[in-house]
């Protein structure tokens, strides 16, 4: 039995319902409610140390950390292969994730959270800090563009873990008016399309 404790509105908690998706998985969803502060209650914090969202029970197996459970699961459930077999592609694969978590979602968030967690929290967005984050993200995509150029994905030529780990990130963007910064780089945005189209990602954000 796996269950997955998290929110349909988390970023990290939709990288692992696309992954499921993805797999065709029977999971049960657990969802966390922010409002009520049940992510800091002890209850969880048993479960997650961090007081964050996912964590998963797999048949009393219990992890954290949304890219971490998304590399156990593609291994541990039967399925498609999110990360590949062999040692040069699953590098390249490793490689994009890790542009994800050190040079697209920091500057990512900065944006999200100036635009979206602020005003829910009735502070003033700084728009000054938007455009700085706008700066820095500019830098990641142009790169990514370049890779994009060459490949329908950023692993290659098959959709990957790689993939999905920027998918939540960037469905916020677009929510805060944001989506120029992809639109703007025609290989990239042709990459989004593909991906956003995908029902997995669909599902994962609540539009199917």
């Known amino acids: 039995m796996l269950t997955l ?3 349909p509105m988390s970023t990290c908690s939709r990288k692992v319902l696309c992954l499921l998706a993805e797999k065709g998985a029977d999971f049960e969803f657990s969802v966390i409610d922010f409002g009520k502060g049940e992510h800091k209650q002890p209850a969880y914090l048993a479960r997650q140390p961090f007081g964050q969202v996912p964590a998963i029970d797999h048949d009393g197996f219990e992890l954290f950390e949304s890219r971490a459970i998304c590399r156990y699961l593609d291994e541990a459930l039967p399925g498609a292969k999110l990360i590949p077999g062999d040692a040069q592609h699953r590098a390249v694969v490793e490689q994009w994730i890790s542009v994800e978590s050190a040079n697209f979602t920091p500057h990512a968030m900065k944006i999200i959270y100036q635009l979206v967690m ?3 929290r009735g502070q003033t967005p700084d728009m000054k ?3 700085a ?3 820095s993200l500019g830098h990641t995509i142009t790169i990514m563009e370049a890779r994009l150029d060459q490949s329908p994905y950023l692993a290659g030529e098959e959709f990957t873990l790689a993939d999905v780990c920027y998918l ?3 469905e916020y963007l677009f929510a805060c ?3 120029d910064l992809i639109t703007g780089h025609p290989a990239v945005g042709d990459w989004w ?3 956003s189209a995908r ?3 669909q599902k994962a954000a609540g539009k199917a």
């Open 5 to 7: 404790y998290g929110n």
């Open 118 to 120: 602020g005003p829910m």
């Open 129 to 131: 800090a938007v455009e």
């Open 133 to 135: 984050g706008r700066l």
């Open 168 to 170: 939540p990130y960037i």
């Open 177 to 179: 008016g944001q989506g």
């Open 193 to 195: 399309a593909r991906c």
């Open 199 to 201: 029902p997995s990602w």
